[in-house]
């Protein structure tokens, strides 16, 4: 017997993978709707019929996600891995979030140039 879908059931990435090769929106919850605009940019929508979500949803560019780690092995630091994470080695994952580091600053001190004008 398949479970009643509850108010707070979170979207996951199947269910966004069916919605995306279906376009079929009627097994998703108000809920997974909203998530699903909010995951494009939109703010939720409150208040409103599922009919409103479902148009709503069915306006949007659906995005695939590409996620080449969904065939790959992927652990921790510590498993198995001999240190590697994803196809990284912890150099290289120090590196990575060394560089995001420093783009989060640059970004910052745009931000503040930005609100003097």
């Known amino acids: 017997m398949k479970k009643?879908?509850?108010?707070?059931?979170k979207l996951w990435l199947d269910d966004y993978l069916h919605l995306l090769h279906s376009r079929q929106t009627l097994h998703l919850t108000i809920?997974?709707?909203?998530?699903?605009?909010?995951?494009?940019?939109?703010k939720k929508i409150h208040h409103a019929p599922k009919?409103?979500?479902v148009e709503a949803v069915e306006?949007?560019?659906?995005?695939d996600v590409p996620?080449?780690?969904?065939r790959d092995n992927v652990s921790t630091f510590g498993g198995g891995t001999g240190g590697r994470v994803g196809g990284f080695g912890r150099?290289?994952?120090a590196r990575v979030l060394r560089n995001?580091?420093?783009e989060n600053q640059f970004l910052r001190r745009q931000e503040r140039v930005v609100c003097f004008f």
Request: net charge positive; charged share 30%.
């Open 67 to 70: 996620r080449s780690t969904l």
């Open 91 to 93: 150099a290289q994952m």
């Open 4 to 9: 009643r879908p509850s108010k707070k059931d």
């Open 31 to 42: 809920n997974q709707l909203n998530q699903v605009i909010r995951i494009h940019g939109f």
């Open 51 to 53: 009919k409103v979500l």
């Open 59 to 63: 306006s949007l560019d659906l995005v």
């Open 100 to 102: 995001l580091r420093r």
